[in-house]
């Protein structure tokens, strides 16, 4: 009889145990991410970072389980997933989705980093703004700071004017350039993803794009573009956004973590990818790339044509929607050293 207790009693020990190590294990929240790019891109290894850190610091709290990139989800069709609750969070450029955020243009057109934008208050307007127009949080923006580049196969042709001629360039675009190539440079670009430049290239199907001082080789397009064109112009438009409702069932304790990692990710991200951008332009330079520059007023008039341009297409965009332009000037302002 009294064996037959002390198994009951061992048996029921045992269960609240069970259950106890089970409710611990439950609470720790978890959200699913994607990314655009896939895992050999400079980028995508920085976002990775970003989630060890939050995974780290946030055990038993907030895991972020990231699914994978472009072939769990096309790049493109990132953002809407998050919005439409199918993943949780996703590190995508903001211009895929500048249809819906217009005010996505004030990172590209931004004169500075991340850094400034978010000690101005210029971040925390940009993720409402995200809230009120897509339903999402914006957690951060990652990589600012780095400037564009037009890389050409041929060496290109400057005018006697002194302005880069675009006559025989197949130049590829993407939303982030389009407004500058059109209205300044007066080219009628190619659209195309990341994904597919490569075997563009390769084909000949286009003969220029426009890609970040880093990471050319590692999506090895560096194979076929010799020339590139200087000065570089822009900032990356890289973040992280997360669903709102995914955001707003977190615990306050996981929401922070998530931030401050996210403001941290953003001080680093920003600090390293600059030097990373001075050190891969020797590197490139050493194998074989050659540079040419534009000079004098049209040098200048080259980096701020290309600002102006896509604030004219902010502006334009964000003057089709109820909002209107009510946040335009403090954006501006924000998010640049005027």
């Given at each position: 009889m009294k064996q037959s207790f002390l198994k009951k009693t061992a048996l029921a020990i045992g269960l609240v145990s069970s259950l106890s190590v089970t409710s611990i294990a439950s609470a720790e929240e978890?959200?699913?991410?994607?990314?655009?790019?896939n895992t050999s891109l400079i980028y995508t290894r920085s976002f990775l970072q970003f989630v060890d850190m939050v995974n780290e610091r946030g055990e038993g709290i907030i895991e972020i389980d990231v699914r994978g990139g472009p072939e769990v989800i096309g790049l493109s069709e990132q953002p809407d997933a998050v919005r439409n609750g199918i993943v949780d969070m996703a590190y995508t450029a903001a211009s895929f989705y500048g249809g819906t955020v217009p005010e996505r243009d004030i990172m590209v057109?931004?004169?500075t980093n991340a850094i400034y934008a978010r000690e101005s208050g210029?971040?925390?307007?940009l993720n409402q703004i995200h809230q009120e127009k897509m339903g999402v949080y914006y957690l951060g923006w990652f990589e600012s700071g780095v400037s564009y580049n037009l890389y050409t196969v041929d060496e290109p042709t400057i005018g006697d004017d002194g302005r880069l001629s675009v006559d025989g360039l197949k130049l590829r675009s993407n939303p982030v350039y389009d407004a500058f190539f059109r209205d300044y440079l007066g080219a009628?670009?190619?659209s195309l993803p990341t994904t597919d430049v490569y075997s563009a290239l390769e084909r000949n199907v286009?003969?220029?794009?426009?890609w970040t001082?880093?990471?050319?080789?590692?999506?090895?397009?560096?194979?076929f573009l010799n020339?590139?064109?200087?000065?570089?112009?822009?900032?990356?438009?890289?973040?992280?956004?997360?669903?709102l409702d995914s955001w707003n069932e977190l615990s306050e304790e996981a929401q922070t973590i998530l931030q401050e990692v996210a403001i941290e990710h953003e001080r680093n991200s920003a600090l390293t990818l600059q030097e990373d951008a001075k050190v891969q332009r020797e590197e490139m330079i050493a194998n074989g790339m050659q540079i040419v520059d534009l000079e004098g007023d049209v040098r200048a008039q080259f980096s701020e044509s290309a600002r102006e341009a896509t604030w004219n297409r902010m502006r334009g965009l964000m003057e089709r929607h109820p909002m209107g332009l009510e946040h335009y000037d403090s954006l501006v302002e924000m998010f640049n050293e005027l």
């Open positions: 978890r959200i699913t991410a994607v990314h655009a790019f057109a931004s004169n210029g971040i925390d307007l009628e670009p190619i286009v003969n220029a794009t426009g001082e880093i990471g050319l080789a590692d999506l090895n397009w560096d194979r020339y590139r064109i200087e000065p570089s112009f822009f900032s990356t438009d890289m973040g992280v956004i997360i669903n």
